[in-house]
């Protein structure tokens, strides 16, 4: 590039910078305020925007909790013979003592607080051992080793002159020197006593001009050798263990609870103990200690039975079951554990009420025992629960969709609904045939009452079949929709039952464009 070229690029560019200037300048003149009310318009709306959207959505999560806290119960009618069809059995809630049972594993232990450690109180070498191997049972009071120390036999030595020393100087008229050597004969025969010689050795050195001493250890306790450490010949050294002994008369049964169970199990509770040994004998024991901690493993805690075990019955080392039988103190409110229905996150129990009604409870409740759960809260006594088919009866509505029965005329509907047609309005249904056939058509026959029975002739009707999809059978929703007509008798129609199965059916009633009163049930087609 020249440099005349150069020179021509430099002027056009500062010649563009000089014309946007100008621009510029011009506009700011011309509309002084516009970037700044852009900016004030902009900025407040977003502002606005903002605050709606969150809260609309902060209402709508606090409608959708209070939704979901709020989930209505269902309630559900049936007829005498569709309570016979499905067992549905009922009884009152009372009060009862309640026996729990509880049945866990258990394995029996050495009771620590009856081991006992022999050991000797003074060096030397063993000379014969009386006890030869582990497992030998032993007797208090039984000899079970001799010793040979030269502590002992220096020590006899002393104690036979301090009595020589007491004869000679018991003529001597000075009382000091016979209290001094009498003391000398108390000390040193004190000394023997501590290192376990018994009186008839210690007299038997104070008779001999050259005691031979030999210590014999005897046993403190009865049991059976559950460590031997010495051997014949072998020098020991004072606070040395010869021998560990157990008594095993009263054994420890652990048993592990885990921690839902725990509640159920007290310190000094009997508990029956069986073993595959002797299963036709039973023992019985009482929890001496619970622990106060929980193994985060297996998320249990251990408690001990002190049990009294006569001939051996139990081992060390041996597996049994052990059997906790509590009863309540005082009578409880109670229901049977089938009339229960447990969600998951609620448990629910069915009240029976009058024509057939059905209605469901939540309710809390204790631990269960002896087949019955103690009421916490939710019922009183007297009321009357479903303790056979509620199973049936709550599984079909929820498949439902919380409005029909499986069984043909059974009813469901809310609170709301229910009181209003029960106060002030008596519906009747009716199809004719009772099961049509999937692909034909049904006559339908509805009949509404007022509180005194008269027929209600001025209202308008509407039947509606519904069946749910079923995506998996690559089915798409059905609905049927028929209005009848005041015959002169009862309001009737006709309606095509598009397939086979079970349709949920809602009748409508309205009387001046205001609902008179509703009716849900279930029709089979075959």
């Known amino acids: 590039m020249s440099k005349r070229d150069k020179l021509l690029v430099v002027t056009g560019i500062l010649l563009g910078l000089l014309i946007g200037g100008l621009i510029f300048g011009v506009s700011r003149i011309v509309h002084p305020d516009a970037s700044e009310a852009n900016v004030s318009e902009i900025t407040p709306s977003y502002q606005s925007t ?9 209402d709508h999560k606090n409608n959708h909790a209070a939704t979901d806290s709020a989930e209505p119960l269902p309630t559900a009618q049936l007829t005498e013979e569709e309570q016979r069809s499905i067992g549905l059995q009922t009884a009152l809630v009372k009060d009862r003592v309640i026996r729990r049972e509880l049945l866990t594993t258990a394995r029996v232990e050495e009771p620590e607080t009856r081991i006992t450690n022999i050991s000797a109180r003074v060096g030397g070498r063993i000379d014969k051992l009386q006890l030869d191997f582990t497992g030998q049972p032993v007797r208090r009071g039984q000899p079970i080793a001799q010793i040979y120390s030269p502590e002992i036999l220096a020590s006899a030595e002393e104690y036979r002159l301090a009595i020589e020393n007491r004869k000679r100087l018991s003529s001597n ?39 031979k001493v030999e210590l014999t250890i005897y046993s403190p306790a009865n049991g059976i050798v559950t460590e031997r450490k010495v051997t014949t010949g072998q020098y020991i050294n004072a606070g040395d263990v010869l021998y560990t002994i157990t008594d095993l008369s009263t054994v420890w049964v652990k048993a592990d609870i885990f921690e839902s169970d725990l509640p159920q199990v007290k310190v000094g509770e009997r508990v029956e103990v069986m073993s ?23 998320r249990t805690a251990t408690a001990r039975i002190q049990v009294p075990n006569p001939g051996m019955r139990l081992r060390p080392g041996m597996f049994v079951q052990a059997r906790f039988a509590a009863s309540s103190s005082s009578p409880t409110l109670a229901l049977p554990r089938s009339a229960v229905l447990d969600t998951g996150t609620r448990k629910l ?26 009421v916490l809260a939710g019922l009183i006594g007297g009321e009357r629960i479903v303790i056979e088919g509620n199973f049936l009866l709550d599984s079909q509505t929820r498949i439902a969709g919380g409005m029909r029965g ?27 045939p009772a099961t049509p056939q999937g692909g034909g058509k049904a006559t339908f026959h509805v009949t509404v009452q007022d509180a005194a029975g008269k027929p209600l002739t001025d209202a ?31 309001y009737q129609g006709s309606i095509k039952v598009p397939t086979a199965g079970t349709w949920n059916v809602t009748v409508n009633v309205a009387r001046s464009g205001q609902a008179v009163a509703n009716y849900a049930t279930s029709l089979t087609a075959r």
């Open 50 to 58: 903002s605050g709606d959207a969150l809260q609309q959505h902060s």
């Open 173 to 211: 008229s000075e009382s000091e020197a016979v209290s001094g050597a009498e003391e000398m004969v108390t000390a040193s025969r004190r000394r023997l006593e501590l290192w376990g010689l018994t009186a008839q050795q210690i007299d038997s050195i104070a008779a001999s001009d050259k005691p």
């Open 276 to 298: 595959d040994s002797s299963s036709r004998t039973k023992l019985h024991g009482q929890v001496g200690f619970l622990e106060p901690m929980v193994n985060p493993q297996t």
């Open 349 to 374: 129990v069915y009240l029976a009420k009058a024509n057939g009604v059905f209605e469901a409870r939540e309710v809390q409740l204790g631990p269960a025992g002896d087949g019955y759960y103690p």
């Open 406 to 432: 499986m069984f043909g005329g059974s009813q469901e509907f809310n609170t709301e609904a229910s009181a209003a047609t029960s106060k002030d309005w008596k519906l009747s249904f009716r199809s004719d």
């Open 460 to 490: 308008n009707v509407q039947v509606t079949l519904f069946m749910p999809a079923m995506p998996s059978m690559g089915m798409a929703e059905m609905r049927e929709v028929s209005s009848l007509n005041w015959n002169g008798s009862d």
